[in-house]
């Protein structure tokens, strides 16, 4: 019997789902290779450190960006290292995966990426969007005739869905999420303070103190960088309120996407999405005031998650044990 897995090979972190342990892995989404023989290096959280420091012979990096596989060879490299990590794949033992994949991939893309799998290990792969795995994984009863949505911001892309009887009615997909917030404090920080930091300073920052909503505060940050003027070293404190300054108008854009889908849905969809509101999921998702921004943005009851983080893989494996809730599409790919 072949072993069946769950993957969500997400932007800042790839998680894997099995049917006996459930969640096993929790990566970061980074690796190292050496330059000349492509051999792999480091993987997770040693080769996130190594990002922007390594010399000319190692390349480190982040293969997967905006939701997208960048770079093809290296994120075989580091699924099939995740995979021998947790002893999933061997040569006459190669799993069945299911994965989980942005809603807006077209075929060419949606063909890439299971070919990095298979390429990865893997004896089959089908595919279900990351979206509809959220809602799954948060609880919401998507096989119902009742409509809801589902709002997913994760490190690459925020995506939005309604979704009815087991499938998506309509969907929006925008390139604003965690990576772009990370882009926003470093361009706020240059324009403001004249201080020039890297995008790893950013993300600590954006994961320490950043928050959403004025209403909030989580203090300051010391951080260290270089003045853009002097070009010297410099250190300064950054304050939460800053960060909710720098990432409000990549909030508003998320929320007027996510609105908008409500033009492609029937007016009993529509009723139920303003009854029942919003379900708020993804890393992202977890900021401290995200919940209220979304719904100052939108005028709709907005909800997090239980475990908004780990809801996608948690809905893959929901998908795993009931095929049913994505019903009898599970196309599976065979090497």
């Not at 972190?13 to 099995?18: D, E, G, S």
């Not at 908008?260 to 401290?288: F, K, N, Q, W």
Request: glycine share 10%; hydrophobic share 45%.
């Amino acid at each position: 019997m072949p072993r069946y897995i769950g993957l969500d090979l997400g932007t800042t972190y790839t998680r894997i789902w099995t049917p006996d342990e459930g969640v096993i892995l929790r990566c970061p989404s980074a690796a190292a290779i050496d330059g000349q023989t492509r051999k792999l290096v480091a993987l997770g959280a040693e080769a996130r450190k190594m990002l922007g420091k390594t010399p000319q012979d190692i390349l480190a990096s982040r293969p997967v960006r905006e939701g997208m596989v960048s770079e093809f060879d290296v994120a075989a490299s580091m699924v099939h290292a995740m995979f021998l990590n947790k002893r999933l794949c061997s040569t006459f033992n190669r799993p069945v995966v299911l994965m989980a994949t942005p809603y807006s991939m077209d075929q060419v893309q949606q063909f890439g990426l299971e070919n990095t799998v298979i390429e990865a290990g893997a004896r089959a792969v089908a595919q279900v969007p990351a979206v509809f795995a959220a809602a799954a994984g948060a609880g919401l009863h998507v096989a119902s005739p009742r409509g809801c949505m589902v709002l997913n911001i994760g490190g690459g892309l925020s995506e939005s869905a309604a979704i009815s009887l087991g499938g998506i009615l309509a969907g929006r997909s925008i390139k604003v999420a965690g990576e772009r917030f990370d882009a926003a404090i470093m361009n706020y920080l240059k324009q403001k303070r004249n201080l020039v930091v890297g995008a790893s300073t950013a993300e600590e920052l954006r994961v320490r103190v950043g928050v959403c909503d004025n209403s909030l505060d989580r203090g300051s940050m010391t951080v260290y960088g270089r003045n853009a003027r002097t070009g010297l070293a410099s250190r300064q404190e950054v304050f939460s309120s800053e960060i909710c300054e720098a990432i409000t108008p990549a909030i508003v854009a998320i929320s007027r996407n996510a609105m908008s889908l409500l033009e492609d849905v029937s007016p009993m969809i529509a009723s139920d999405i303003h009854r029942y509101g919003i379900m708020l999921t993804g890393g992202c998702a977890a900021m401290p005031g995200m919940d209220l921004a979304i719904h100052r943005e939108t005028g709709l009851r907005v909800t997090l998650a239980d475990r908004p983080r780990d809801c996608v893989i948690y809905g893959v494996g929901r998908i795993l044990k009931t095929p049913e809730l994505w019903g009898t599409r599970l196309d599976y790919r065979i090497k």
